[in-house]
């Protein structure tokens, strides 16, 4: 998918395409996408930017090739292009060799390439310039054998992809060149368990140097953070990385290379560009793109002490200091309260010194006067001193109390912070007498619809409209926290179970009435999870982790609502993290399936139409219900992508079915809220469907009523864009809510769709038991085609033709199939 980021000009836009060799999952790549993209937008807003992923590392192979060469040039055959970017060997050299077909003969910048591949290219190819990775980890060494001169041996983690040979062969002469007696042993051709032995035996004079590693030795894929966390997990050394995202994934440190840096440095020679200078006048250069950085967390756990490292090196993780982030006030206020007591003491001396003049004046009276007069001038200008003191030190004091108020405060809404949250805790839960408290886990539903749409300024408003309206339910005793974001924290000290629950009920029941912010009405809710102490969690950790699932259940269920927490919660929990986190995968795995059902007209005893539904077969998780994981890719905004790719997959197979002669067909695809909400969606749809050269009218797109219910008005004016190009509008699970009814006369609805609860119980035998026939007339009366979801039985067919409903749907006919049956049924049924 491509992303762009373009703003109005008078001047013509620009258009820019980055291709990456790897995958947006891999944080090398999306690191220098993020350089690349800020360095470019910071300077140059007249610019539309195109993404391109190759994911070379998962498909090393000629057909991922060639269908990227199709798929692009199917994107990007009309479009002008001005400059290309690449990252790594494997883009540069697709876009060196298709340039010329695909991307209107562009000049190229070129990121992340080592030396092997520019030698290998340069004086070949023209309109070419770009920076160089320099892979050196000669710094790494010394630093390391700084901090342990013993070290002899360099166990060496990378793997045998086409990069990993690239990179150890470069190390391999780097350390020659530094110091041939370094015993340097490749670990490419081990096993994963035998890495993970193998390090865990290292003694002291070995050091480890994580390069790349996306395999082991026996060509298992192994995820290159997974493979860094597990091997510093049970290694005996420290693990030094090349590359700054191995932080937080176990990395100890090293002088790293930074994937950010590449990217901006590319993005400065794109830019020279792109105000007319030639790419063949810009030079090749190998910038300075490394951090000296380690990791705190990884220097206790091997008591490595912060002198034995360089002095401009970045410690990554380390607690909180005061003294280190106010140094200079500290000092400050240091020095003030040295030059006062050095005052007083000069002060006392001085004083003492008076008083021994006055003895001595005693004697002359004319002395004594002058003397007298002496003293009066100095007492003033001392009181005078005095008084500017004392303003210094009110001064000081204003500007401690408001550095410790800002520090425990939200800057938006004034609220106290996470925290004031944790300290605030430590003092409530452990009281001797405070036997019970309830914590609420509040979070605004739909919040970043919200400002995506209107905008954070709008949003940074609606936030602290919503505190204040929150803070005015407050119970006694309890203290409400923004957490950030969308995310506030109630805390009630000696509160049980039903009180917070009335608690939770009267701050539901406030939001009812709407917010007006920039004289912009709107209605908000919020989803609350409740957890109790001790029953749920006997600190603030836990109480917030108990809260939280509490408050995904209660987002689950259908929001606006709150729910408390129980221990059978965690297993939905983590049920749901683990769909989560093979669910990013699972399209780039080509792990989903269309299953289609036919959809089987009464009028003329035939298949007219075909629903097409979404199945995922996961390797680790199995076959995953719809249900489950539709939620979750909708939470995670994956249902985006992986709706496109639904349509264009329908519209690809019902492209075939017309192909065979069954020019009738037409087919249903359910669409998501995100989705509609997009602001291209109208446009790809109808581009997806131009392309299969399909007839609009043979698509029909579903929505449900909780679409209608929370977006009518983008809504609205969307569908009846779609309805006028002749594509199908049906409403599904009809009868589920409650607000349809008075959307069907405004909305250009094309087919009802009952849902299936009221089909399971009707018969002609206690016909006039049901609504069915009622929706089925008004559905005839409006002009609307009326399917019946879930048929099973032939009482309820009889049921259905009776009262002249138009199509069914269900298990009576057909199941849902996979393409290849369903052609078989549709050829025997001609």
């Known amino acids: 998918m491509s992303f762009t980021a373009s703003a109005f000009s008078i001047e013509k836009q620009k258009n820019i395409l980055i291709i990456h060799s790897y995958s947006e999952g891999l944080q090398w790549t999306s690191e220098q996408n993020s350089g690349i993209i800020e360095n470019i937008t910071k300077s140059n807003n007249n610019c539309a930017i195109f993404v391109e992923y190759m994911d070379w590392k998962n498909y090393p192979y000629q057909n ?13 055959s009309d479009k002008k292009l001005d400059l290309i970017i690449t990252t790594d ?15 209107s003969n562009a000049p190229i910048v070129f990121s992340g390439v080592n030396q092997e591949k520019i030698s290998q290219i340069q004086g070949k190819y023209e309109n070419l310039t770009g920076v160089m990775e320099e892979i050196d980890p000669t710094d790494t060494i010394r630093m390391a054998r700084k901090i342990n001169p013993d070290i002899e041996n360099l166990y060496l983690m990378v793997d045998n992809s086409e990069s990993g040979v690239t990179t150890s062969k470069i190390i391999l002469e780097k350390v020659k060149q530094m110091n041939p007696e370094i015993k340097i042993i490749p670990m490419n051709n081990m096993s994963f368990s035998t890495v993970i032995d193998t390090v865990g035996r290292l003694d002291n004079k070995s050091m480890l140097l994580f390069a790349t590693y996306y395999g082991d030795g026996t060509g298992s894929i192994i995820d290159f953070n997974l493979a860094c966390r597990e091997v510093s997990k049970y290694s005996a050394v420290p693990t030094y990385h090349l590359y700054d995202f191995g932080l937080n994934n176990g990395a100890f440190g090293g002088n790293m290379l930074s994937g950010r840096l590449y990217g901006n440095y590319a993005a400065e020679l794109a830019l020279r560009i792109l105000e007319g200078e030639s790419a063949d006048n810009i030079a090749i250069y190998s910038p300075k793109a490394t951090r000296k950085v380690f990791d705190y967390n990884q220097m206790k756990r091997f008591n490595i002490s912060r002198d034995k490292l360089p002095s401009d090196t970045e410690i990554f993780n380390k607690p909180f ?16 309260f040295i030059f006062l007591i050095l005052f007083v003491m000069i002060l006392l001396i001085y004083i003492k010194k008076i008083r021994r003049i006055r003895k001595e004046l005693h004697i002359s009276n004319e002395e004594l006067t002058q003397t007298y007069e002496e003293l009066v001038a100095t007492d003033d200008e001392l009181k005078n001193q005095l008084h500017e003191i004392s303003e210094i030190q009110r001064n000081l004091a204003e500007s401690e109390e408001k550095y410790t108020y800002l520090a425990l405060h939200d800057v938006l809404t004034g609220l106290p912070n996470r925290r004031s949250l944790f300290e605030d805790a430590d003092r409530i839960l452990h009281k001797g007498n405070n036997k019970k408290a309830a914590l609420l886990f509040i979070d605004m539903d739909n919040f970043k619809y919200i400002n995506d749409t209107m905008g954070h300024e709008f949003g940074d408003l609606l936030i602290k409209a919503a505190s204040d309206r929150l803070s005015l339910d407050l119970l006694e005793k309890s203290t409400l926290y923004r957490l950030g974001g969308d995310e506030f924290i109630i805390l009630a000290e000696e509160t049980g179970q039903d009180r917070a629950e009335q608690l939770t009920a009267d701050i539901l029941y406030s939001f009812k009435e709407n917010f007006f912010v920039k004289n912009i009405g709107l209605h908000i809710s919020f989803s609350i999870g409740i957890a109790i102490y001790p029953k749920h969690g006997n600190n603030i950790e836990e109480l917030i982790k108990s809260a939280d699932i509490a408050m995904y259940k209660a987002k689950e269920s259908g929001k606006n609502r709150y729910v408390l927490y129980d221990k059978i919660m965690n297993k939905d929990f983590t049920e749901r993290m683990n769909i989560e986190k093979h669910l ?30 979404l199945r995922w077969r996961s390797p ?5 219900s719809p249900m489950k994981f539709i939620k979750v890719a909708e939470d995670t905004h994956l249902i985006i992508q992986l709706g496109e790719w639904v349509l264009i997959q329908a519209c690809d197979f019902l492209s075939h079915l017309h192909k065979q002669g069954l020019t009738d067909m037409k087919m249903s695809v359910n669409i998501s809220t995100l989705q509609i909400f997009q602001s291209d969606f109208n446009t790809k749809v109808l581009k997806i469907i131009d392309y299969f050269k399909l007839d609009p009218s043979s698509i029909e797109l579903e929505i449900t009523e909780t679409v209608l219910i929370e977006s009518f008005e983008v809504v609205y004016d969307k569908l009846l864009k779609l309805r006028e190009k002749g594509i199908g509008i049906a409403l599904d699970d009809f009868g589920k809510g409650y607000s349809s009814l008075s959307y069907l006369k405004q909305l250009p609805i094309t087919t009802l769709k009952i849902d299936k609860t009221f089909i399971d119980n009707v018969s002609l035998i206690q016909e006039n038991k049901t609504i069915t026939q009622h929706i089925i007339k008004m559905g005839r009366s409006m002009g609307i085609s009326v399917i019946a979801e879930g048929v099973e039985h032939n009482d309820q067919l009889e049921y259905l033709k009776k009262y002249e409903c138009d199509k069914i749907q269900g298990y009576l006919f057909s199941r849902p199939l996979p393409k290849k049956e369903v052609e078989k049924l549709l050829k025997g049924l001609n």
């Open 620 to 624: 680790e998780l199995g076959l995953v």
């Open 64 to 76: 991922n090739l060639d269908s990227l060469y199709n798929y692009l040039k199917y994107k990007y």
């Open 584 to 613: 990013h995968t699972a399209m780039d795995n080509n792990e989903f399936e269309l299953f289609y059902q036919p959809q089987f007209d009464l009028n003329t005893n035939k298949v007219t139409g075909l629903e097409a539904l």
């Open 89 to 103: 060997d494997a883009a540069l050299t697709f876009a060196l060799e298709n340039r010329a077909d695909l991307f």
């Open 321 to 336: 200091s005061f003294f280190e982030t106010y140094r200079l006030l500290v000092l400050a206020v240091a020095a003030v």
